[in-house]
Each structure stands twice: as C-alpha cells, then as structure tokens.
C-alpha cells in the first residue's frame, strides 16, 4: 500500500505528532507499505529523508492569532504538489491542519485523521478547569482558563 502521511511536526523531538508520526512510518515500513512524510514547515529544512523514509516539506505561513485559513491554502497547494501524479491509496493526517489540507489537496484519496490531544479546543490540551473537567468552552472561560494559567496574559 502506498501511503501520503501529512503532518505539522517531523522529525521526533519536534513535538508529540512528529513522534507519534515517526512510530507510525517505521512500522508501515516495517510491513512493507511505501511511505511519505510530508511536514509542514514555516522555515523549510531541506529534508529529504529520515531514518529511510521518504520526506517532503511544504512551505507555510507563520501562525498568527485567530486564523489559520493562509496555512492551510498553502499547506494544500505544496501537498498536492508532493502526492505529484503518484498513486496513493491513503492518506493519514496528523492533527486538524493537515487534515483539512489533506482533503483539500487530494480530496479523492482515503482520509484517516489522527488528533492526539485536545489542542485545537482546548488552550491547554487537557480539558481541565483548574482541578475539574472543564464545563466547555466560551469565551468567557477561556478568559478565565487564560488568566489562571498564564496570568501575564490577561
């Protein structure tokens, strides 16, 4: 099987999704199934390997507050670029950025999504208010999560 792997962190030590990206390669690799990374990037390293396996890197935009819609578009364009004319039978993205450009670059190929933490709606990936669960979010309380867990910020 071929697989097109899209993250926005690789190689490990890059954060959780390159970890758990780089797990998930090697033992694909390991079965015998073609693998690509391909790693969003604000500042581009050159990477054409690791550890073997196949890597491709696309240039996006820094992150800025409230909007993620530019990287996305870009991250999109440079991953249609890196599936080239090649047959992939599945995709398999790491997070909501790559997901959502996954389906926007190759909107016919198999998707599978990976969100291994709680990141894209809660600030802190815990889902906590303090010691409780969190209630859910508003924007009240993420005034108050803000405030109890990085008071210069408020």
Known sequence: MNIFLTTDAFPPGAGGSGRST??????LVRRGHRVRVVVART????????EGIDVAEVRIPPSRYGGSRDRERAFASGLKRAAG???????HAQHWLSAVASRLAVPRI????????YWPV???????S???ICPGC?????VICVARNKPLLS
């Open 130 to 132: 303090g010691d409780a």
């Open 110 to 117: 198999p998707l599978i999504v990976t969100v291994r933490d």
């Open 22 to 27: 780089a797990t998930l390669a090697k033992a």
């Open 138 to 142: 508003s924007y009240t309380r993420r």
């Open 85 to 91: 004319e090649e047959a992939w039978d599945l995709v």
């Open 43 to 50: 500042e581009p390293r050159d990477q054409k390997s690791w």
């Open 122 to 128: 809660c600030l802190w990936s815990t889902m906590l």
